[in-house]
């Protein structure tokens, strides 16, 4: 109210008074959903992370805990939907999303999602590796796929009379 800011020119620029220290803290994954209709995995982190970092190597889904004896998967693609920021959207790839859905004791409902995610999965701004996740579920944030398949391509043999 009243205080006006002053402009300061480009060649007036004030320099920090060291020691400046960046950025040392290791980004923590908060949550996580999946949605299977869409193939959508959107992660949330407790700051801005760099979405050209992503790895999916770095992502495992686990169909229970402890993990022995139940389903599990580690994605090999996909694709980052969103810029930097704190929320990741990643779109499976499409063998992924296929295996995922083909597990019959994975990713079946929020009881059969759980997320390990590695240090090297993703970096924040600052190149900072996430913090390790050993299993985290998807409690509430989990969407079967309600999408009937469809065929995406066919053969008509007209010399057999075969439809592949």
Do not use: C, W
């Amino acid at each position: 109210s009243g205080h006006m800011v002053m402009e300061i020119f480009e060649d007036d620029a004030l320099r920090v008074d060291p020691p400046y220290i960046g950025d040392m803290n290791n980004p923590e994954l908060l949550s996580f959903s999946l949605d299977l209709s869409d193939d959508i995995l959107s992660l949330t982190f407790s700051e801005t992370m760099n979405s050209s970092s992503y790895n999916a190597s770095g992502f495992t889904f686990y169909g229970g805990f402890p993990i022995e004896g139940f389903d599990s998967y580690t994605l090999t693609a996909g694709m980052v939907l969103t810029s930097n920021a704190p929320v990741v959207d990643i779109q499976l790839g499409f063998g992924d999303s296929n295996i995922i859905k083909n597990l019959t004791q994975l990713a079946v409902n929020e009881n059969t999602t759980f997320l390990s995610l590695e240090p090297f999965g993703i970096r924040d701004m600052a190149g900072n590796e996430v913090v390790n996740v050993t299993l985290q579920v998807a409690q509430g944030m989990f969407s079967e796929d309600l999408k009937p398949p469809s065929i995406l391509a066919f053969l008509v043999d007209m010399n057999t009379g075969q439809i592949t």
